[in-house]
């Protein structure tokens, strides 16, 4: 270990991993990671304290035992096949299930507990930058500089701590590309973008104190078994499901919550002394094995499973009610630019300024001081529904007037002001719904929202009501569980409420759909629709969708789960994949079916192809179409000399008005740019077994063909110079060569080439070759640091003494000084920095410059070598043995207690402390995983990779519990950042975790071969996931026990079973270790969600 990290790694560390494990004892009660069926697991090793404080002191040798003493070892040479190995191609077994049998059976690995007691409050935390709680403004990127409000645990005294798992973010709900909110561990409802929030129009809603869900029970009469609401003796009990409702309202909050996520499913469990019912709410949406239409689904599921624990008769109600009528904190911006009605999609139009619209009206007006706020509030409203030539309004607390606008509105933050558009509430059936739609109908604020109600349960009562406050609506329901039955109207708030009668230890479920239907998306003023739209008529369409096929979402959601959740996986990184997940909340869907998804809604580029390329694992198994799409677009925005640009549309955090056009093509020449698109396409042509692959391949095999000659041409013999990465930050793009892009050259090599075989392009597989080996050679001449022994994260053409800043003037680069009030000298001369420009058509990137040491070390730089291996591809470079010891460099000089920093050795340590400055000393999320991810392939001990990817994934999940939300970056060692969220939020670098699983399992896919082969690194007995575009399943491998009348010498049999719960697979060739698949003489077998392979050896 290197001593400045010694001490730093050690006292924190410890305390860390001790609080990880106290939490997990609270969250499970024992040692076995899985809840129910007691499958075998990979240890945590959570005991080895002693070991884990040291981690960076761990020998990287491989060992034939893991904790406590369970064999880690990949299956020895000796498990041979027998003559008769098999067994037949098995039958499984179905069983209908019922709805709450389904979601009992979900699995959960985390957890957050709110007391009513508990107090909350906003610190100020530095950042570079990070997505705000609010929004300024439209056509904005999400993303706040310097300092952002963070939510902390408050136990007086100035203690502060991270608040419990599912209070700074949590899943967020919706089906994919519809938008979506969260629902707390509070019960408060947060996030709102169901109504086209995105950055290229209005800003997302942050928190809807008077949407609430709430709970009524009471002893039940004899008299009453009819199906009456009342009995004899005592009161029902109410309660609102939050434990700190807005303390206006007055609402009875339940004591306690207990929140539980796995996208995309929020368990909340209501806790409470008074309440003599047990109530669980799950709350979950659409989301469906690459079925993309059915995921796309603008509805969420709340369904409520209430049991009696006692002996007595009961009556119990569960209602929610929904405030639509009324936008909160936000104020309307009238009379913006009306948008155009008739250009098509692919037309580029200017946007002209606020106000631009000649037709727009508005209408002021104020009320007496002596009217009641609310009155006031709901005449404003009110008057937005009378005034045919009015559509919205907006309301100011403070001076108590009134502004009415004739065109559609866009939204600013402001916490003094309440806004919204013209509606009425209807009620039909088991629905009721606000109607937006009546008059604005070229507006994206325009459409309907529906709150119905299902349930199995055929004696199930709902009622509905509609007030003008939540309070209103509560006196209501508390009185007997139903409410009043005011029908429709033009007032805010709409609520229904779905009564049941329960026995004796009964338990019964409702279910209440909230769903939605805005089609009139815009981009920066330019209708696209939404793809949904196509799907459904409206919110009611919608919600009676979701509401008829609950079992059959639950059951699916259940069997996406399961590979990840019940199996050999520790709890954190099966929990972490999962919900990595509802990273999707940043995509969309237009109605003319493209599906693009922004970089992060603080960094507003679309669809960059290396940012993809960091996540793409989930989206490329699950939903392979998305993937494929955008591979067709990328291709329709190449260059001219085959480069595939950086991605759709750029901008990150500010976003360009003009064109108003998604698919632009723009960016940077980078290095992992082209290669990635290369990357994809094998992808596709080994790993999907579908028809229409053949056709994707042979159509962007020219693209792809054209790009790998351009970043041949590049290279000019050697490795490409003077590149841009993905690590665009750190200024590789400074150096001559740098490890990282040498290594994408190398990958881009290795790929092109098994594609230009399958291809039967032979020259160009040739010539790929002969170009890999060339940039093999160069790497190590360059790069390789025989004196560190490690590859040098770049290489510099120039002595020490160099003339640095007059060469980069001479060569048209461009250097860009801070203001020197911007840092003090000593910081100035710890950093030893200045700023540069390197000018390039299109890459225009503001980098650090030198002077800097030649044997810096960058922890990421064969992220390449992750996706070669999962590839197949082998190692990339050219001797084995030194990639391991820059592997074990890596590890000796670059940890923290929160992970690796993501570059030492360039400058003095610990470099410039300036968060504003410091990317040096910056831990990036993809480091670790992907160190995991190549040191099991290299054969080191597996246990170890995944203590190692868990120092920053769990920091996030267990320390910061902020795990729906995870950063790009975090913070550093010594500038008050230590471990916490320093740069970009929900963002994709940790999905490259994914690799691990391919790691761990060995899986290796050939689908033009028909083969499968896993070499699993794990030792026996295991479940492991197996996932590929089109199936979904899992591996499972157990060693028979010998009975103790068994010859002694008899060979022991280990079964081996591979199961799909998605798609299927025809394959010759299955093998696991050195045991293949064989039955009756032949190797072929068929698999299915109804068929599974097992066999033995």
Sequence with gaps: MSSRFALLVAVPLVVFVATGLLLWLQIHGSTSVVDTDQRPVLPDCEKRLDEVHKLSELPLKKTSAGCDGEELSAPSDDHHATDDPTLPVADKESKKESLIELLDGLTFKNLGVINSRDKFVWKDLPCWYLEPQNVSGPYLGWSVFNSIKYLYQDFGAGDVLHPPSGMRSSVPLGGISTGTFELRADGKFHEWTIFNQYPAGNAKIQVMEDTFMGVYAKRRSEEADGGGQRGDGEEGVALVLQTHPPQDSKLPAVQTLQYQGAYPVSKLK???????????????????????????????????????????????????????????????????????????????????????????????????????????????????????????????????????????DLWVFD???????????????????????????????????????????????????????????????????????????????????????????????????????????????????????????????????????????????????????????????????????????????????????????????????????????????IFPNSTIGK???????????????????????????????????????????????VVYLLELQQWYQDESTKKVVEDLWPIAKNATLWFIDYTNGTLPAYITPTYDTLGLNAYTYATYNGAFFLLAMRAAEELANYMGDYELAVYCQKNFKLAQDALDEYLWNETAQYYNAYYVDYPSDFDYKGWLRETG?????????????????MSGRARLFRKKPGSDVCVDSMPATKGALMTDSFYAQVLAYSLGLGTLVKNETRLRMHTRAVLDKNDTPYGFLVMTGRYPYPGNKSHLDGTDNSIWMMGNPNWATVATHLGEDPELGLLVAKKTMDNVRSNINDQWNVPGILGGIGYELDGLPYFTSHYGFYMSAWH?????????????AKSLVFEPKVGLPYVLPVILPGAWGQLEAMTDTPTPSSNENKHTNTTYTVSLNFGSLNLEHLQVGKCRYSHEGTHAVKLSSEKSAVWSC
């Excluded at 009425?424 to 507006?443: E, G, H, K, V």
């Excluded at 020197?820 to 000593?826: A, H, I, P």
């Design 996 to 1008: 691990m699983v391919m790691a761990l399992s060995g899986q290796k896919a050939n689908m033009t």
């Design 270 to 408: 209501a806790m409470d002394t008074r309440l003599p019912v047990d109530v669980a709410v799950y709350a979950y949406s659409s989301y469906q094995y690459n079925k993309m239409n059915e995921s796309a689904l603008p509805a969420v599921a709340f369904t409520v499973v209430m049991e009696n624990p006692t002996d007595e008769n009961m009556t119990a109600s569960f209602m929610m009610n929904l405030p639509i009528g009324v936008i909160p904190n936000m104020k309307s911006v009238h009379e913006p630019m009306k948008p155009p009605t008739s250009a098509p999609s692919s037309e580029r139009q200017e946007r002209s300024g606020a106000g631009s619209s000649p037709s727009a009206q508005s209408k002021r007006f104020s009320f007496e001081d002596d009217v009641d706020s609310l009155e006031a509030m709901i005449s404003c409203f009110d008057a937005s529904v009378k005034e045919d030539i009015y559509h919205t309004w907006t309301y100011n607390l403070q001076d108590k007037s009134c502004q009415l606008g004739s065109g559609y």
């Design 813 to 829: 680069i461009k250097i860009c000084e801070f203001e020197k009030e911007e840092f003090s000298d000593d910081e100035e001369n």
């Design 631 to 677: 591979m067709y677009a990328w291709a329709g925005t190449r260059q001219d000399n085959g480069m595939i640009i950086e991605g759709l549309r750029c901008g990150c955090e500010s976003l360009p008005l003009s064109p108003q056009k998604i698919d632009v093509g723009c960016g940077r020449a980078m290095s992992d740019v082209s290669s990635m698109f």
């Design 415 to 621: 916490e003094n002001y309440r806004t919204g558009m013209e509606g009425l509430w209807n009620i039909s059936d088991n629905c009721i719904t606000f109607d937006r739609a009546s008059r604005a109908i070229n507006s994206s604020l325009s459409g309907n929202v529906s709150l119905c109600g299902f349930s199995s349960d055929k004696d199930v009562r709902l009622s509905f009501s509609t007030a003008a406050s939540g309070s209103d609506i509560w006196k209501s329901f508390a009185i007997n569980g139903s409410l009043d039955g005011k029908k429709g109207g033009n007032v805010p708030n709409g609520a229904v409420s779905a009564s049941v009668n329960l026995g004796p230890k009964e338990k019964k479920e409702v279910t209440l759909v909230l769903s939605w239907y805005y089609p009139h998306r815009e981009f920066l003023g330019l209708p696209v629709g939404n793809y949904y739209s196509n799907l459904f008529n409206d919110s009611i369409d919608a919600g009676k969708s979701m509401g008829r096929d609950l079992e059959t979402i639950v059951s699916d959601i259940s069997k996406l789960h399961s590979p990840f959740l019940k199996s050999s996986l520790p709890d954190y990184l099966g929990d972490v994949l999962i919900n990595s997940l509802s990273h999707i909340r940043s995509a969309f869907w237009i109605k003319d079916s493209r599906w693009r998804q922004w970089e992060a809604y603080d960094c507003a580029d679309i669809d960059s192809v290396h940012n993809d390329g960091e996540r793409h694992i989930p989206y490329i198994t």
